[in-house]
């Protein structure tokens, strides 16, 4: 079972950024399609962002030119850069590696909120 671990979640006032990370316990971005998603009270879980091992990323309408997800295969982890937050950013980020799609392993999730 591979351990997927987040962190840099917080509390950010809008138009702030925040960078969220993911530790993989094993080198899955490398071969796998890592992606970052998130989930709102009362809404379901979204996709947000996912990096493709070519390197090519894809995002939500939503948050493009506002986010940036990249890779460390070294390191095994992924990483989301947020900027210019808007409250309606506010929500739980899971990240998201592995076989399939989605992939077959999923983080705790980290609470990103923005308010003023």
């Known amino acids: 079972q591979v351990q997927l671990v987040e962190s840099g979640g917080g509390s950010v006032q809008p138009g702030g950024s925040l960078r969220l990370s993911c530790t993989a316990s094993?080198?899955?971005?490398?071969?796998?399609?890592g992606g970052w998603y998130r989930q709102a009270p009362g809404k379901e879980r979204e996709l947000v962002a996912r990096?493709?091992?070519?390197?090519?990323?894809d995002y939500l309408d939503s948050v493009k030119d506002r986010f940036i997800m990249t890779r460390n295969n070294a390191k095994n982890i992924v990483y989301l850069q947020m900027n210019n937050l808007k409250p309606e950013d506010t929500a739980i980020y899971y990240c998201?590696?592995?076989?399939?799609?989605?992939?077959?392993?999923w983080g705790q999730g980290t609470q990103v909120t923005v308010s003023s």
């Open positions: 094993a080198a899955i971005f490398r071969f796998n399609v």
């Open positions: 990096l493709f091992t070519t390197g090519t990323a």
């Open positions: 998201n590696g592995g076989p399939g799609s989605p992939g077959l392993f």
